[in-house]
């Protein structure tokens, strides 16, 4: 499961601005079909999910192939997304000025704490994660930038909402897909908001299995030049290896020193 993702597969994009290009939003639109999917897609299954008639994926998925874009799958079953997305990805990250300040700050944590540290980028209600340091334990999706989790169940997320007003909070919560992740997962609203409270009265946050079954972490929330929360750092481990009374007491304050070293002042 995961949250959404920018321009959603389905979604209609219709702007009255005269500045708004119809033809690009489509291409997008074609593109962000493969978000949910874990298979190459046919034209109809990408038409399905974007909404767009035939003739218009036909020539969507024409051009975005001619330009790299989308290429066909290895086993000619489909359609993939082309290398040249990667480019981007890459441009995301060389330029972003808060990844190349955080950059090393995450390096020096990874090495003094030795379990999983990321980076993650608030987009509306979800975090994206930008840098994924990882341990020994660490699945596939695990270690890739561009994953994303909920805001509204995740120890970054909850240590940004506690950065941010009550009403802040509660809009968060209330346009949320509060369903749960693990049997663990916290979804009633009273139940978020005290953990919100929690994070604000300790200044961090933590998730134990919100996410995934067995893993604890901890969140701290990096602040832009405005004073608003705009990322966090995670922290995360195994219940297996650690308490979270060990776990808070040893990294907590190792994390909320590197937030405070990314965050601008």
């Known amino acids: 499961m995961q949250p959404d993702r920018g321009l959603r597969a389905g979604d209609t994009a219709n702007s009255s601005d005269p500045l708004f290009v119809q ?10 079909s493969f978000h949910q999917t874990d298979k190459p897609l046919t034209l109809a299954e990408i038409g399905v999910a974007c909404g767009l008639g035939k003739s218009a994926v036909q020539r969507v998925v024409f051009t975005l192939r001619e330009l790299g874009y989308i290429e066909r799958d290895p086993t000619d079953r489909g359609y993939v997304p082309g290398i040249r997305i990667l480019d981007h ?8 000025p808060l990844i190349e ?24 209600l979800r975090l994206v ?32 909402m506690a950065s941010m007003s009550d009403g802040e909070v509660e809009d968060i919560i209330e346009r949320s897909d509060c369903r749960p992740y693990t049997a663990k ?72 020193e590197a937030a ?4 601008w002042r």
Do not use: M
């Open 185 to 256: 997962t916290l979804t009633a609203p009273q139940d978020i908001r005290a953990e919100v409270r929690k994070a604000r009265a300790n200044g961090y946050a933590l998730a134990l299995e919100q996410i995934q079954a067995g893993e604890i972490a901890i969140g701290v929330a990096i602040s832009g030049s405005d004073g608003r929360p705009q990322a966090a750092i995670h922290v995360a481990g195994s219940l297996a290896e650690w308490d979270p009374e060990t776990f808070c007491a040893r990294f907590a304050p190792l994390a909320t």
């Open 101 to 124: 300040r955080a950059s090393p700050v995450l390096l020096e944590l990874r090495r003094n704490v030795r379990e999983r540290v990321d980076l993650s980028l608030l987009d509306d």
């Open 260 to 263: 405070r070293a990314i965050s």
């Open 23 to 32: 033809s690009i939003a489509r291409a997008i639109q074609v593109l962000s």
């Open 129 to 160: 994660y930008a840098s994924r340091l990882q341990s020994k334990r660490e699945t596939f999706y695990a270690t890739l930038v561009g994953h994303s989790v909920p805001v509204f169940c995740t120890s970054g997320g909850r240590a940004i």
């Open 89 to 96: 990805a890459l441009d995301y990250l060389r330029l972003n």
